[in-house]
């Protein structure tokens, strides 16, 4: 009775540990962003110079004074919202997730206005995004084709990969034995039939 009572609160302790981590990943806050810092391939830049060569961003929150790391899937999405400017007129929410030790920062997740309206994520994967949306890209058909063409270049390496191991376990040498006769059958390695 006692070892199920332990189990039992062991399990009930471990669940809570668990659920509490999930929902503050997903915990909207009051966010007013001030002061972006734009990371380039070879400059920093206080103001949005489009997504060409862009890493990431760097944006400071008002109400708690911490620094966020915002991705340039986000970065795109902000800009669509406030159309261009980086400016908003009230606070919105967003989510984060967990400091990152090694430099003190947040990874900005999720954003939407207090009114509900998501500003979207404008990720070069997404299949649904709108016209208006497409603006947010220096070049999106050229990013696409590349996103697509590397999605299918890695799909074939996995394929390749996947086929090597197969076939690195398949014997080279075979026997057979049929109505003609017997005999050893080569199989030479990476031959498709």
């Not at 669509?80 to 003190?104: M, N, Q, V």
Request: hydrophobic share 30%; glycine share 6%.
């Amino acid at each position: 009775m006692h070892k199920v009572t332990y189990v039992l609160l062991l399990s009930l302790m471990l669940a809570s540990c668990v659920s509490a981590v999930d929902t503050s990943l997903d915990e909207y806050t009051d966010f007013m962003p001030e002061n972006f810092v734009f990371e380039y391939n070879d400059h920093n830049s206080t103001t949005y110079e489009g997504d060409s060569g862009l890493r990431v961003a760097y944006v400071n929150n008002a109400f708690d004074n911490n620094s966020y790391f915002v991705p340039t899937e986000y970065v795109r999405g902000i800009a669509y919202a406030t159309k261009g400017t980086f400016k908003f007129s009230e606070p919105i929410l967003f989510c984060h997730g967990p400091l990152r030790e090694w430099d003190g920062m947040y990874v900005a997740t999720k954003f939407k206005f207090k009114n509900g309206t998501v500003i979207p994520y404008l990720g070069i994967e997404k299949n649904d995004l709108t016209n208006e949306q497409k603006k947010y890209f220096d070049d999106y058909k050229t990013q696409r084709s590349e996103y697509l063409m590397q999605e299918q270049e890695d799909a074939v390496e996995d394929l390749y990969d996947y086929e090597t191991v197969r076939d690195s376990h398949r014997p080279r040498f075979s026997y057979y034995y049929g109505s003609g006769g017997s005999g050893v059958i080569y199989t030479p390695r990476n031959t498709y039939w």
